[in-house]
C-alpha cells in the first residue's frame, strides 16, 4: 500500500453523488494550475479557490512541417494554421502514426481548423483541440467497431455513446451523435458542410467543422483559458468528460511537438491513466473494480504503466529508489514528493507542459493539475522505460 499523499489542490470540484451508499466519499476532479498545450496552440488556465480563473499566460505557435518549439509564456496569439498543401501529406501521416488517430479524422480536423482559421481568424482554434474532443467522445469514430470511409462518412451510423460516472450517472450528452458525438442542440445551432452540400453529422468534416463553429462562436479566443475552458464545456459540461479533454489536449500537444515518436509503452501508460480520470482515491486501492474501485498515487501509475508491459515496484518511495532518474521530465515520467534521504510520499505521471496526472488523496479523483506549485516538496522525476 502506497502512503497517504499530502498534496493538497487548489480547487475542488465536486460532482453529486449518485449512491445509494451514504458513508461513501465524494470523488472530485481537482484542477490546480492546468496548462493546455497544442502543437498550434498553448492555453493557460488557472483554477483558484472556490472559482475558475485564467491566467493571461497564454501562446500560440504555428504549426508546421517542422515542429516548432513552444512556450508557457505570455506571447501575442497568432493564428494557428496547418502545413501548405505540398507538406500537408506527410505531416497528416506521421502524426496520426504517431498519435494512433486515424489518417482520415486527422484530415478532417485539420480541414475544419483551417477554414475555421480563415472564417475565424480571431479564434485561434488548434486542431488538437478537436483531436482531444474526438478521441474523449468516441475515439475518433473507432468507438462500437467504426470506421471512416475515404469521404469522412462513418461506415455505419453512430448513435450516443453513453458515458457514467463512477456513481453510476451519465454525464454524456442525450442523444448526441457521429463521431464527434454532437448534441442535437450544437448540431441545429451551428452545423455545416465543409463542402458546401447538406451537412452529415456522421461526417469528421462536417462534425468537426461544426464542433469549431460552436467553440468559436461569439468572437471566443482560444488562445486564452478560461474562454477555452467555458467553449469546450458548451460541447461537454461534465467534469469528468473535461478533464479527459483537457488532459488528451496536454499529450496530443507534447506528442505533436516531439521530433521522433513517443514510446508506445509511455503512450499507452499515459492513455491509461486518462481513461481513469474521475475514479476516486482509494487508500492502497489497485483499481480493479467491485471493492477496489479506485486508485491510490501508486496504484495509479503501477496499473498504468502495467498496462504497457511494464512492471513498477508498488510504493511511490520504492518507485523513486528504483527507476532512473532525470533532471527534466518527459511525456510518461514519474512525479515524485518528499523527502528523497528519508521517505517518498507521493507519485503522479507527467503528461507534458508541466502537468501530471494523479490520485492525489483521500476524497478526490483522478486527476490533472501542475506538477510545480509554491512550497511543495517535489523530490524529481524518474523514467520507467529509460
Known amino acids: 500500500m502506497s502512503d497517504e499523499p499530502e498534496v493538497v489542490p487548489a480547487e ?60 508557457t509564456s505570455p506571447q501575442t496569439s497568432a493564428p494557428p494554421k496547418v502545413p501548405e498543401a505540398s507538406e500537408f501529406d506527410a505531416w497528416a501521416s506521421k502524426t496520426s502514426q504517431w498519435l494512433d488517430v486515424p489518417l482520415r479524422a486527422m484530415v478532417g480536423y485539420a480541414k475544419a481548423t483551417t477554414k475555421i482559421g480563415k472564417d475565424v481568424p480571431g479564434c485561434h482554434l488548434s486542431w488538437v483541440t478537436l483531436a482531444a474532443v474526438g478521441k474523449v467522445t468516441t475515439d475518433h469514430g473507432r468507438a462500437q467497431g467504426g470506421q471512416l470511409g475515404t469521404t469522412g462518412v462513418l461506415d455505419k451510423p453512430l448513435g450516443t455513446i ?53 467553440l468559436c462562436d461569439g468572437g471566443t ?74 486508485f ?37 515520467d514519474l512525479i515524485f514528493y518528499g523527502e528523497p534521504a528519508t521517505k517518498i510520499h507521493h507519485v503522479g505521471l507527467y503528461i507534458g507542459n508541466k502537468q501530471m496526472i494523479d490520485a492525489p488523496q483521500t476524497g478526490q479523483a483522478v486527476q490533472v493539475h501542475s506538477y510545480r506549485k509554491d512550497g511543495d516538496d517535489y523530490a524529481g522525476a524518474g523514467r520507467p522505460t529509460a
Open 296 to 332: 491510490d498515487c501508486s496504484g495509479l501509475t503501477t496499473a498504468a504503466y502495467g498496462s504497457a508491459g511494464v512492471k513498477l515496484m508498488r510504493t511511490a518511495d520504492t518507485q523513486f529508489r528504483s527507476v532512473p532518474h532525470v533532471t527534466d521530465p518527459q511525456l510518461g
Open 162 to 214: 453513453e458515458v457514467r460516472d463512477f456513481y453510476n450517472k451519465v454525464v454524456s450528452t442525450a442523444n448526441a451523435a457521429g463521431p464527434m458525438q454532437v448534441s442535437p442542440a450544437i448540431w441545429a445551432k451551428y452545423q455545416a458542410s465543409y463542402t458546401g452540400g447538406k451537412p452529415d453529422v456522421q461526417n469528421i468534416d462536417d462534425a468537426a467543422l461544426t464542433i469549431g463553429r460552436a
Open 12 to 71: 475542488t470540484l465536486e460532482e453529486e453523488a449518485q449512491t445509494t451508499e451514504p458513508r461513501r466519499r465524494k470523488a472530485a476532479v481537482v484542477v490546480a494550475a492546468v496548462v493546455v498545450v497544442a502543437a498550434a496552440l498553448v492555453v493557460g488556465v488557472q483554477f483558484a479557490p472556490k472559482q475558475q480563473e485564467t491566467t493571461n499566460a497564454a501562446a500560440t505557435v504555428t504549426q508546421s512541417a517542422s515542429v516548432p518549439k513552444t512556450t
Open 221 to 294: 479566443d482560444l488562445s486564452q483559458g478560461q474562454p477555452w475552458w467555458d467553449s469546450v464545456a458548451k460541447l461537454q459540461s461534465a467534469p469528468l468528460l473535461l478533464h479527459r479533454t483537457l488532459a488528451t489536449v496536454n499529450v496530443y500537444g507534447t506528442v505533436g511537438q516531439g521530433s521522433a515518436a513517443p514510446n508506445p509503452a509511455v503512450l499507452s501508460a499515459v492513455n491509461f491513466a486518462i481513461d481513469k480520470i474521475g475514479l476516486p482515491y482509494i487508500w492502497g486501492g489497485n483499481g480493479t473494480g467491485g471493492n477496489d474501485p479506485g
